[in-house]
């Protein structure tokens, strides 16, 4: 499957997975239940696969882990 992307839409997507990033290890240690605490490392694993490999086909200059907007949130 291919999706094309413009470098604003892989921006806002590259924003999304590291506020994502940034808030996971938080849900990960207030998990009580040790299932839905496993599914969760899973997914950040996932999450930051994904993010690395957006984030390299990011210019240079706009290769930031987040953008002034997401910081506002």
């Known amino acids: 499957m291919n999706i094309h992307l413009d470098e604003k839409e892989l921006e806002i997507i590259v924003d999304l997975l590291a ?4 808030e996971l ?3 990960i ?3 009580s239940t040790r299932e839905y605490r496993e599914m969760l490392k899973e997914r950040e694993e996932g999450l930051e696969k994904l993010f690395a490999r957006l984030r390299s086909v990011l210019p240079e200059d706009s290769g930031r882990e987040t953008s ?3 910081t506002m949130m």
């Not at 506020?19 to 940034?22: F, M, P, S, V, W």
């Open 25 to 27: 290890p938080t849900e």
């Open 68 to 70: 002034e907007w997401a």
């Open 19 to 22: 506020r994502e990033l940034k």
């Open 29 to 31: 240690r207030h998990t």
